[in-house]
C-alpha cells in the first residue's frame, strides 16, 4: 500500500470513527461517569469487538455474513435488544454520592465486555468493512499485509477517537455534582442508547 493511498485510508478511518453511534455513546457514558482512566477497559473492549469484525472481512467470512439474510437478521436483533438493554439499565442507574463509591460501581471486567459486545453485535459494521476494503486492496500485492495495515490503521484511530471522547465527557463530570443533574444524566443516555438501537433496527442492505 502507498503511502499516499495509505493516508486517503487514514482519512477515511477517522470519519469513520467520529461519526456517532453505539461506540461513542458508549464511551461518552463512561468518561463522564468513570473519568478517562476508568473507561479505558470499555474503550479496549470496543476495539476486541471492532477487530472481530475486521478479522470476519479478512478472512472472508463478512461477504457471507452481508450476504445471508439470516444471519445479518439475527445479529442486528441481537444488538437492537442488548442496546435497549443498555439504555434501560442507564436510565434505571443509581445516582452516585462520591467519587470513590462511583469508581467501584461497575468492575472494569464488565465494562470491556459490555463494550465488546456493542461492536461485535453491530451488522453496519460488517458490511461497511466488506464495502470500504476491496477499494482500497491493490490487486497485484499479497492481500494479507495491506488488511493487517488496514485493519491496524482501523483499530488505533478509533482508539484515540474514543480516548477523545471519554476525554471530552468526563470534564462534565464536574457539573454533575447533585442527584437532579446525575439522573438527568443517566436519562439522558439511557434515550441515546434507545435510539442508537431504534437507528440499527431500521438499518437495510443497499
Given at each position: 500500500?502507498?503511502?499516499?493511498?495509505?493516508?486517503?485510508?487514514?482519512?477515511?478511518?477517522?470519519?469513520?470513527?467520529?461519526?456517532?453511534?453505539?461506540?461513542?455513546?458508549?464511551?461518552?457514558?463512561?468518561?463522564?461517569?468513570?473519568?478517562?482512566?476508568?473507561?479505558?477497559?470499555?474503550?479496549?473492549?470496543?476495539?476486541?469487538?471492532?477487530?472481530?469484525?475486521?478479522?470476519?472481512?479478512?478472512?472472508?467470512?463478512?461477504?457471507?455474513?452481508?450476504?445471508?439474510?439470516?444471519?445479518?437478521?439475527?445479529?442486528?436483533?441481537?444488538?437492537?435488544?442488548?442496546?435497549?438493554?443498555?439504555?434501560?439499565?442507564?436510565?434505571?442507574?443509581?445516582?452516585?454520592?462520591?467519587?470513590?463509591?462511583?469508581?467501584?460501581?461497575?468492575?472494569?471486567?464488565?465494562?470491556?465486555?459490555?463494550?465488546?459486545?456493542?461492536?461485535?453485535?453491530?451488522?453496519?459494521?460488517?458490511?461497511?468493512?466488506?464495502?470500504?476494503?476491496?477499494?482500497?486492496?491493490?490487486?497485484?500485492?499479497?492481500?494479507?499485509?495491506?488488511?493487517?495495515?488496514?485493519?491496524?490503521?482501523?483499530?488505533?484511530?478509533?482508539?484515540?477517537?474514543?480516548?477523545?471522547?471519554a476525554l471530552l465527557a468526563s470534564q462534565l463530570f464536574r457539573f454533575m455534582t447533585t442527584p437532579a443533574r446525575q439522573r438527568q444524566m443517566n436519562r439522558v443516555f439511557g434515550s441515546l442508547f434507545v435510539v442508537a438501537a431504534m437507528v440499527l433496527a431500521s438499518f437495510k442492505?443497499?
Amino acid at each position: 500500500m502507498s503511502l499516499t493511498l495509505w493516508l486517503t485510508f487514514l482519512v477515511a478511518s477517522v470519519l469513520i470513527s467520529v461519526s456517532p453511534g453505539a461506540g461513542a455513546i458508549n464511551t461518552m457514558s463512561n468518561g463522564m461517569r468513570f473519568g478517562v482512566r476508568r473507561s479505558l477497559p470499555a474503550i479496549l473492549g470496543l476495539q476486541l469487538g471492532y477487530g472481530a469484525q475486521i478479522l470476519l472481512v479478512g478472512a472472508g467470512l463478512g461477504a457471507l455474513v452481508a450476504s445471508s439474510s439470516t444471519a445479518l437478521t439475527l445479529i442486528k436483533w441481537l444488538g437492537v435488544a442488548y442496546l435497549i438493554w443498555l439504555g434501560i439499565s442507564k436510565w434505571r442507574e443509581p445516582v452516585m454520592e462520591t467519587m470513590a463509591e462511583d469508581h467501584s460501581a461497575v468492575s472494569s471486567h464488565k465494562q470491556f465486555w459490555n463494550a465488546a459486545f456493542v461492536n461485535l453485535t453491530n451488522p453496519k459494521a460488517t458490511v461497511f468493512l466488506v464495502a470500504l476494503f476491496p477499494q482500497f486492496l491493490v490487486a497485484g500485492a499479497p492481500h494479507t499485509p495491506q488488511l493487517v495495515t488496514m485493519g491496524s490503521t482501523l483499530i488505533v484511530v478509533d482508539c484515540l477517537v474514543m480516548l477523545g471522547y471519554a476525554l471530552l465527557a468526563s470534564q462534565l463530570f464536574r457539573f454533575m455534582t447533585t442527584p437532579a443533574r446525575q439522573r438527568q444524566m443517566n436519562r439522558v443516555f439511557g434515550s441515546l442508547f434507545v435510539v442508537a438501537a431504534m437507528v440499527l433496527a431500521s438499518f437495510k442492505r443497499a
